[in-house]
């Protein structure tokens, strides 16, 4: 459930839907210990028992910091607040008005989800506004008066996206920026959810990242990777690719889900059915071209077109 990852980084598995190594959160350990990453509200008894098994208690918890908003990442927050009444809730400048009031959120998340959204994920308890703290671009969370950890905006997946830098270790947790690896599946995917994706931003930000030369990329979905220069460029190399078949397809208005399916989906052939069947419920072809598509659709209205 967990475990020590690199000196004072606690991941845990936050088992969504009862699943391994689909979604986790960080626990940075010191005078000041912070979560990044609730995980979802149907994930908040692992989280919590992964929790009280290093030994937080309810008032240990300094800070709680997601990388955004989406419930798979942040739908917990506002339980966790409850459960940790002395931690201060960090977000990006353009999420936090959605923590304090989650309806627009959760009635956006079940038009995307459906059914599954109380079966997968669960809702989004209201978080205090004055237990919200918002973080700016490099803005820090102090830790120990050795350590911090700082906050990078990265927005592409999400305008409400910060990665998270720790330079005592060099990791990098980047939440959804470069995309999702599922360990036991090796196939890397964009996540290029509506309403927000856009590319250049996406490519931005990887190269953000880049540029502090980290040790380790700490990704929600999922785990600690040591090749974060491999990583970083693949996931650029990734998301274009996606990009220009959705971009082909919709010039020739053919169907983009369908040109992704064809371009992609033979990575996941042969490999095992049940976990790819979680990849596609987490991060599925049908969301990442609803993202795709919008992006196109919003750039054709502003004249923009790549070639």
Not at 88 to 108: I, K
Not at 133 to 158: Q, T, Y
């Amino acid at each position: 459930m967990a475990k020590e990852i690199v000196e004072g980084i606690i991941e845990i598995d936050t088992l969504l839907g009862g699943w391994e190594h689909l979604t986790a959160g960080y626990v940075i350990t010191g005078d000041a210990p912070i979560l990044i990453e609730t995980g979802s509200q149907s994930s908040l008894d692992a989280l919590l028992a992964g929790l009280s098994s290093i030994g937080m208690g309810p008032t240990d918890l300094a800070g709680v910091a997601v990388t955004h908003i989406h419930l798979d990442h942040a739908g917990a927050v506002g339980d966790v607040a409850k459960a940790f009444p002395n931690a201060t809730v960090y977000v990006h400048p353009n999420g936090a008005r959605h923590l304090v009031d989650p309806s627009r959120l959760v009635n956006s998340a079940a038009m995307v989800y459906g059914d599954l959204l109380d079966e997968l994920y669960g809702r989004l308890e209201p978080t205090e506004a004055a237990r919200i703290k918002v973080l700016e671009d490099h803005e820090k969370i102090e830790i120990s008066p050795n350590r911090h950890v700082e906050a990078l905006d990265s927005p592409g997946h999400a305008k409400h996206h910060l990665g998270f830098f720790d330079p005592s270790t060099g990791v990098i947790f980047s939440g959804d920026a470069i995309g999702v690896l599922i360990p036991e599946l090796g196939v890397l995917r964009p996540a290029t959810p509506p309403p927000d994706f856009d590319l250049d931003l996406v490519i931005s930000s990887i190269d953000k990242f880049s540029s502090y030369h980290p040790s380790g990329i700490a990704m929600a979905h999922y785990g600690l990777f040591r090749n974060p220069e491999e990583l970083l460029e693949k996931g650029k190399d990734v998301v274009s690719r996606w990009a220009h078949v959705a971009e082909k397809a919709f010039n020739e208005d053919r169907d983009i889900e369908k040109a992704l399916e064809e371009a992609f989906g033979a990575e996941t052939d042969g490999l095992d059915p049940v976990l790819v069947d979680r990849f596609d419920t987490l991060n599925g072809v049908h969301s990442n071209a609803n993202g795709l598509r919008r992006w196109l659709d919003v750039r054709r209205q502003h004249g923009h077109s790549h070639n």
